[in-house]
């Protein structure tokens, strides 16, 4: 090979000073940066991938890992990862495939919006002493009621209500599937979700026996791979969602390699041991808006109109669009994922470059769905980049009921985002089957950190809330007058419907 | 043996799924349904071995998740039926439409006659035992076993010069057979998949398959017993491994 080897992406060294030679880098590393020869530990820095896992478990805080330790020249057209990418390229002749969500660092919309608080002519409540409304529920809202007499007086409801999911606290936790992440994982989330209130997704992939006690806390999806989908698995869900695209990789479908499909993964999924599991990118029972109405029916046929069925879709350009189609067809809910939300494995150039930022598409789809009168017919769930109980809260404001987090729960797992999700080697035992690595996550001590970060969102949810005077999640939601957008441009500003700090 | 006769004359499908179950629930073991003209969903998510008789034509989506009954279908069947079904036999007397058992995972689907594009797409198989089966007595329009994963596609192509005229057989298939009456060009194939050896045991294999497909519509079933069959299968059972490389 003509073309040689990159340098490395990390360096990784231990201060032998502080070393105590305990060797619990070398037990902790699955990726095998460590190696003991004689009384030495040995470093190979080059398979390093930066997941931190030896300096947590490090008891002297003895290893140190810089990035890039070589430079390239430096470039701004050619930057290292361009050159990198045309390297590999030129060896393989191949789609770069990657891990985690969108790795470009352009600029966060959220971090250029900001919320409002009370000051002099209207007081601020304080969540201490004034009970904080976070209850929210997603479904069709009927946009009258109507009553009736009964004989002895009473007045009755006569409208019939659609199904809702109730949640303690408009977050909840997206799809990431047995397979792509590990069954200790899952039951991490399922037992928080379960403690707080909300909900979570199955994702693709079946639902393992030992989720059935948090059934009543899981949203089952049908995706075009309709793995392990069957008439039980959608009567455990409490809702069902129709997963149409994902942000990470809007327009593609999806694919397990046969090496994460072990006894467990086949059996949930529903497929043969050791074989890949592809998810087209369309559904093969959906090529128009007519289809998908039909799928959606047939999905509440089944389960005999009992559960709210969600339609999840990628943010890309028709995004506003195609939620007014949702919004007409029988869903309950439209999911919108933005480009920044994360995936086990995708192909480089889709994560990077297709689709669109969450927040643009909050704002369009729920400033859509107002202007045909069809809002109140269907709930709005974001997510894809949401990380702290700022970005919920501005989500919030811009229209959203409620969001989904993905990587910000994994990162409450141990996760550092290391980003080789695709590898069956995570170390945390979060992204991988490998029974050695899995049994490192704890499902009971995952729960109690889990639930820990939604609690802490949800308290920071209600003081900014109060802060702001409102005390109602209903009052926050689509109020763009709470918030102002600084240093974006008009097109930005008016695409949001936002008006600048200041104004 | 009980039977509940429905007449489903101008009854919108939520009802007339409704009416199904409560017969299925009250021990119904044969239900007939008349007058069914375009009722969507039929047999929906529905369980057990009651047989259901329907006289007309039913919409798209028949026997969707259904897990156990029998559907006979005195007409044609619109789009998908069979779609993501469990277990079950759906026996059509007639045509069928676009995406027949689409993503059936068990069961059988017979079809008389024709069947529209995408027939048996990502059709898929779990255990041995469960292996789903589609047979076509006509033939099938375009990408016919398209993203297969398992099971059995059968073509007899009754009445056919050729049983097999449209292109993208298999494309994509990774799992599961289509066997085909007759020869197949070779431009008809879709990408991924290839032509195998159709051997005296794939015969014995699929025998049980033509007789109970013959007893269905009156067939004698020496003729396609003493013929030939194209078999194709994927090419690779990982088809799209070489098309990606890691970051």
């Given at each position: 090979m003509t073309l040689g080897s990159v340098p490395p992406k990390f360096k990784v060294s231990i201060d032998h000073d502080q070393c105590m030679d305990c060797g619990r880098c070398i037990e902790n590393c699955s990726y095998g940066v460590y190696r003991r020869e004689g009384d030495k530990i040995l470093i190979e820095s080059r398979k390093c991938t930066a997941c931190l896992r030896c300096v947590s478990m490090c008891p002297r805080d003895a290893i140190n890992i810089t990035e890039k330790p070589i430079d390239y020249r430096s470039h701004p057209v050619w930057t290292r990862e361009a050159r990198e990418d045309i390297i590999n390229q030129a060896r393989s002749g191949k789609i770069i495939l990657s891990g985690m969500g969108n790795a470009r660092d352009l600029p966060i919309i959220y971090d250029n919006l900001l919320l409002d608080a009370c000051q002099v002519t209207t007081p601020s409540i304080d969540p201490l002493r004034e009970p904080m409304e976070l209850r929210t529920y997603l479904g069709k809202k009927p946009s009258k009621l109507k009553f009736k007499k009964t004989e002895s007086g009473d007045v009755e409801l006569d409208t019939q209500l659609a199904p809702n999911l109730k949640l303690n606290t408009p977050i909840m936790i997206g799809h990431m599937s047995f397979g792509a992440i590990s069954l200790n994982s899952q039951l991490s989330m399922a037992k928080a979700v379960k403690e707080i209130g909300t909900y979570m997704g199955a994702g693709e992939g079946g639902l393992h026996k030992n989720l059935y006690p948090y059934q009543d806390n899981m949203i089952v999806q049908v995706a075009s791979g309709r793995f392990g989908v069957n008439i039980d698995y959608l009567e455990r869900g409490a809702a069902i969602e129709v997963k149409i695209g994902q942000g990470a990789k809007p327009g593609i479908g999806g694919h397990l390699p046969?090496?994460?499909?072990n006894e467990e993964v086949s059996k949930t999924r529903m497929?043969?041991?050791?074989?890949d599991a592809i998810s087209p990118a369309p559904h093969h029972d959906i090529y128009s808006i007519e289809d998908l109405v039909q799928l959606i029916r047939s999905l509440k046929e089944a389960t005999e109109w009992k559960k709210p069925v969600f339609v999840k879709i990628a943010a890309v350009h028709s995004v506003a669009r195609s939620a007014a189609g949702i919004a007409r067809s029988s869903a309950d809910a439209v999911v919108i994922d933005g480009f920044r939300g994360g995936t086990g494995a995708a192909p480089k150039v889709f994560r990077d470059h297709v689709g669109i930022p969450i927040e643009t598409a909050i704002a369009s789809v729920d400033q859509e769905l107002r202007k045909q009168g069809v809002r109140n017919e269907i709930s709005i769930i974001a997510s894809g980049g949401i990380r702290s109980s700022a970005d919920l809260a501005k989500s919030i404001a811009l229209g959203a009921d409620a969001v989904y987090i993905g990587t910000a729960a994994l990162i409450s797992l141990g996760c550092r985002v290391c980003g080789n999700c695709y590898r069956n080697l995570c170390p945390w035992g979060i992204a991988t089957q490998r029974p050695d690595l899995v049994s490192r996550l704890d499902p009971e001590a995952g729960a109690v950190q889990v639930s820990n970060l939604i609690h802490g969102w949800t308290l920071e949810l209600g003081e900014l809330m109060g802060g702001a005077g409102i005390n109602s999640i209903e009052s926050l939601r689509g109020n763009r007058d709470r918030l102002r957008g600084y240093m974006l441009d008009e097109g930005m500003l008016n695409i949001l419907d936002v008006l600048p700090a200041g104004a | 043996m009980k039977t509940v006769r429905i007449?489903?004359?101008?009854?919108?499908y939520t009802p007339l799924n409704q009416k199904i179950r409560a017969a299925v629930a009250d021990g119904a073991e044969e239900i007939i349904l008349d007058n069914v003209l375009g009722q969507r969903f039929i047999g929906d998510g529905l369980r057990g071995n009651v047989r259901i008789i329907i006289n007309g034509v039913p919409g798209g989506?028949?026997?969707?998740?259904?897990?156990?009954p029998t559907c006979i279908v005195n007409g044609n069947a619109e789009h998908a039926p069979g779609n993501t079904m469990d277990s079950g036999m759906l026996i059509i007397h007639g045509s069928a439409g676009d995406a027949?058992?689409?993503?059936?995972?068990g069961g059988k689907v017979f079809v008389k006659n024709n069947i529209g594009y995408r027939g048996g797409i990502h059709m898929k198989q779990y255990e041995e035992e469960v292996r789903p089966v589609l047979v076509v007595g006509g033939t099938a329009h375009s990408?016919?076993?398209?993203?297969?994963?398992?099971g059995i596609v059968l073509v007899l192509g009754i009445g056919k010069e050729k049983a097999m005229t449209d292109i993208g057989i298999g494309s994509g298939i990774h799992g599961g057979e289509i066997i085909i009456r007759g020869e197949v060009d070779d431009y008809l194939l879709g990408l991924g998949a290839r032509k195998f050896k159709f051997t005296e045991s794939d015969l014995e294999r699929i025998a049980p398959i033509i007789k109970t497909f013959c007893e269905q519509f009156g067939y004698d079933p020496t003729e396609f017993l003493d013929t030939n069959y194209t078999r194709i299968g994927p090419a690779s059972s990982r088809p799209f491994a070489s098309k990606y490389v890691w970051e």
């Open positions: 046969g090496e994460k499909v497929i043969p041991l050791g074989s | 007449d489903a004359k101008g009854m919108h989506d028949l026997g969707m998740f259904m897990s156990g027949v058992a689409h993503s059936m995972r990408f016919l076993g398209e993203y297969m994963a398992g």
